[in-house]
């Protein structure tokens, strides 16, 4: 009964994938309305509309909800830098970083919407889930859920700790089935509303663990929750948006805090050896982020907002790329997709000799700059992959580079969404596949991008196929139990 009462809502009632394309098209208008405003009216503008063109355009009865955040995320690193031009009192074109900035940003738009196109075509003619794949999760319990995610928990945290050497890469990705399990425990609980407390201890739990680690890891648990939402079409009433608006909030001081306090951290994690390797026991260094989170007052708010703003767009190192490329051509045609080919297709395993992959390296021949001070404390910085396609082709061909990676990437998306499983399992699967390759947003390498979705779908494809049957089958069983129960009372009767 609970689920035809959801699946009965009108669409206007649910927050889905129509209702967040509706939001953007909302965000579009906005864009427009105080493009007037900005030093760069048109790039304003224009890019305010592209979450709305993206999304309208991958749009399909059957489009998996992580593909909101797959574009909604490289567009925010894109459109950050005219938000932090505004600030700056700049135009794109004046800034202190050159004029191709302003290259840089409409290249980066233009990919994203051609990325957008490629994933159309593709998914296409993909067919929607049947009432039965929809409505699987109603019959199980929070306790089997919570049992998964403790499972899942616990292979996460055996891949961190011994993720290390040849079988690095095989074993990370392995602890992604924790991600599937915790989208599975968000969506169970906003779909039937039972075990709301449990789910916000989870959501506790994983925000605190994200904290102590070198990376900002505390943000991708509201990134499942908010896929999550999508994917069990909450009600939208001011309630849903209230708490949707603290959610923001709390993300957002967050990340000012861990934006003042990260670099002190990492040392400190780090026992100042300068790598990310950490050294410091997890008690210690919850220690120190509680000394760190007394004195939050003492933050200038106005100076980490900056940062977090200039950290968080990601066009002025593209920018830096195309000033190179206009001295100084590659010399070798195509060297960014060779190596990232040959550095996927030669497992360590069987060539211990192959060279350790460094975005830096590849950071400071593209560029031309100097190494910042937040890889010389033990983080590595990449050119991102869009810059490497313009390395290798130029523009406009670079376009094509992104639409290869596209064809890829959409079609691995394509063969998880296509096997017989309950769509809360299809849709978590595909959240840990697009976290693996869009967890950096446009940061991201091409090797490690392309690395990424190969090896996950070799780790998790046998999975599906032989592991996750076994999972949903213990998952049903008390229903069908009590089913069996029923039937008994009643001949009895």
């Known amino acids: 009964m609970t689920a035809t009462a959801v699946s009965s809502l009108p669409p206007s009632a649910r927050l889905n994938c129509r209702l967040v394309l509706k939001g953007a098209g909302i965000l579009a208008v906005l ?12 790039a304003f503008a224009v890019g305010g509309a592209v979450p709305w063109l993206c999304l309208r355009i991958v749009y399909t009865p059957a489009m998996p909800a992580a593909l909101i955040y797959l574009f909604l995320w490289q567009w925010l690193q894109i459109f950050a830098r005219v938000v932090q031009a505004w600030v700056d009192g700049e135009t794109l074109s004046t800034s202190v970083s050159g004029p191709n900035v302003v290259y840089a940003y409409w290249y980066m738009m233009a990919a994203l919407v051609v990325l957008a196109v490629v994933f159309r075509l593709v998914l296409l003619d993909m067919k929607p889930a049947t009432p ?7 019959r199980w319990n929070i306790r089997q859920l919570l049992v998964l995610y403790g499972l899942g928990f616990f292979v996460s945290s055996f891949a961190t700790v011994f993720g290390r050497g040849a079988l690095a890469q095989p074993i990370e990705t392995l602890g992604h089935v924790k991600i599937v399990a915790l989208f599975m425990l968000f969506v169970y609980v906003m779909s039937t509303l039972r075990g709301m407390r449990i789910m916000l201890a989870v959501l506790a739990f994983e925000v605190a663990i994200g904290f102590t680690g070198f990376l900002a890891d505390f943000r991708s648990v509201f990134i499942f929750l908010t896929i999550a939402a999508v994917t069990a079409q909450v009600r939208w009433r001011l309630t849903t948006g209230v708490a949707g608006a603290c959610g923001l909030v709390a993300l957002t001081v967050m990340a000012l805090f861990w934006t003042a306090v990260k670099n002190d951290y990492r040392d400190y994690a780090s026992n100042f050896s300068d790598s990310q390797a950490i050294s410091v026991p997890l008690s210690d260094r919850m220690a120190y982020l509680g000394g760190k989170l007394l004195s939050f007052g003492d933050i200038d708010f106005g100076r980490t907002s900056y940062m977090l703003l200039n950290r968080f767009a990601y066009v002025d190192i593209f920018a830096s790329v195309i000033d190179v490329q206009e001295v100084v051509q590659e010399p070798t045609s195509m060297r960014q997709w060779q190596e990232a080919m040959d550095h996927v297709f030669k497992p360590r395993a069987f060539f211990p000799d192959k060279p350790d992959l460094s975005d830096s390296d590849v950071y400071l021949r593209l560029t031309g700059r100097v190494l910042l001070d937040e890889v010389l404390r033990g983080t590595s910085i990449s050119v991102g992959y869009m810059a490497e396609n313009f390395a290798d082709l130029g523009f406009p061909a670079m376009l094509l ?3 290869v990676l596209g064809l890829l990437l959409a079609g691995c998306i394509r063969i998880l969404m296509s096997f017989d499983l309950p769509l809360v399992m299809r849709e978590g699967v595909v959240m840990a596949f697009v976290f693996s390759i869009a967890r950096d947003g446009v940061e991201i390498s091409l090797p490690k991008m392309i690395g990424a979705a190969l090896m996950f779908m ?9 592991v996750a049957p076994k999972v949903i089958e213990r998952l049903d069983r008390p229903a069908q139990m009590a089913a069996r129960a029923r039937a008994m009372h009643a001949a009895r009767r």
């Open 31 to 42: 864009c427009a309305s105080l493009a007037v405003l900005s030093p760069d009216p048109i």
């Open 132 to 138: 039965a794949q929809r409505t699987a999760h109603f």
């Open 401 to 403: 580079g992104v639409a």
């Open 458 to 466: 070799i780790i998790f494809l046998p999975m599906i196929m032989f």
